[in-house]
């Protein structure tokens, strides 16, 4: 890596001997608003073709079958999605749709010497954190400024860094690989379709939602759960960046389910292990049969695929959907001894530890090469500035 640090600072003192021009992304990048390519409906399958993106972190939220209003972008005619209220974007060199209005497709603007790779590196070292729900791009964001070196250049440092990304993407690959295996293997062992004796009930009959409250003043960032602290895709919670200050919420005990209960195809889902207060956006289930049924069981039960897009099935609201909190209570699980339940669960957690902990396997692999990427995209994009 030396020598490839050791080459771009010799070609910056080469053309660029008095150092780099810090240019505004306004100036570099035309955007287009998305209206032509939204979806018209979530009901999304992986047995579709055409990809549905938001711009926020799950970047792909599912497939559609739609064919009309889907965006042309390839290898030669990449775009940003720009996320115009969270400021978070991605890279896209595929086909697509869009979730929604609220963002930004952002393009290298005609005849301009400018590689899109590079100011999207470039935009990765922009720390910026929105402190208002307004849109961004126009008023803030676009007038951010980049060191803009000649085009030779800027080409270097996205060869080298795209190296980076493409073991990044070799490594997400194989561990989602993984984690389909383990999803399989689960929806396997909470089956039981070779095991006699084994009732489906409704979770009505062994559950229920919360109906204690809890005062706000009692709570804080970490015992505080609301919708948006909730992370995608089964990823348990974060620490809250707001905590209402006045009223009476939701309480939650430990060993309660918390689902998020907006646009439930984020799989917003946390086993609860301390207790607190959550809103309305969010459902607490609570088991009240605990002779029969072990948290941890009906936990990997609900954080299944299969509850998910039941849930989906009954949802309403086409832009923000929103689960049917009844429909949900009629959902049908498998119920075996407690002793078989806790069986399944021991070996879950092992699969759980080694597809989601960062210390171990390719995880931790994973986190390392995130780690030196960072380092040396800091490194080349770093110049010394011209001051015309």
Not at 117 to 132: G, H, L
């Amino acid at each position: 890596m030396t020598k490839h640090l050791n080459k771009i600072e010799n070609l910056v003192n080469k053309l660029c001997p008095k150092g780099i021009e810090l240019v505004e992304l306004g100036n570099v990048l035309d955007y287009e608003q998305p209206r032509n390519y939204i979806v018209t409906s979530t009901k999304y399958s992986n047995e579709f073709s055409t990809p549905v993106l938001t711009a926020g972190q799950s970047f792909i939220l599912g497939y559609t079958d739609e064919t009309n209003g889907i965006h042309k972008a390839s290898k030669e005619n990449p775009v940003i999605i720009f996320d115009d209220f969270t400021t978070s974007f991605h890279w896209v060199d595929f086909d697509f749709k869009v979730k929604s209005s609220a963002m930004k497709m952002l393009r290298k603007q005609k005849d301009s010497d400018v590689d899109l790779r590079y100011v999207y590196y470039a935009m990765r070292c922009i720390s910026y954190k929105p402190q208002d729900h307004a849109r961004h791009w126009i008023s803030q964001y676009s007038k951010f400024k980049i060191p803009l070196p000649p085009l030779a250049i800027q080409e270097e440092i996205v060869k080298i860094l795209n190296s980076f990304t493409e073991l990044e993407a070799e490594l997400e690959a194989e561990l989602e690989a993984r984690k389909k295996q383990y999803e399989h293997y689960r929806s396997e062992l909470l089956t039981f379709n070779n095991m006699g004796g084994v009732q489906q009930i409704r979770l009505m009959d062994i559950a229920n939602y919360s109906k204690t409250r809890i005062e706000a003043t009692k709570l804080n960032n970490e015992s505080y759960v609301g919708v948006d602290n909730l992370l995608q895709n089964k990823q348990g919670k974060t620490l809250s960046s707001y905590v209402p200050t006045v009223g009476k919420l939701t309480h939650y005990e430990n060993g309660d389910i918390l689902i998020g209960n907006i646009r439930p195809y984020l799989k917003k889902i946390w086993h609860a292990t301390n207790t607190g207060g959550t809103n309305g956006d969010v459902l607490v289930v609570r088991i009240n049969k605990k002779d029969k049924v072990n948290s941890e069981f009906l936990y990997y039960l609900l954080s299944s695929d299969k509850f998910f897009n039941y849930n989906m099935q009954f949802a309403k609201g086409a832009k923000m959907p929103r689960g049917d909190k009844s429909a949900i209570m009629k959902f049908e699980i498998p119920l075996p001894p407690i002793s078989e339940q806790k069986r399944v669960v021991s070996i879950l957690n092992k699969f759980e530890h080694l597809v989601n902990d960062i210390s171990i396997g390719l995880p931790a692999e994973l986190k390392a090469r995130r780690s030196q990427y960072e380092y040396y995209r800091g490194k080349l994009l770093t110049f010394n500035e011209y001051v015309n």
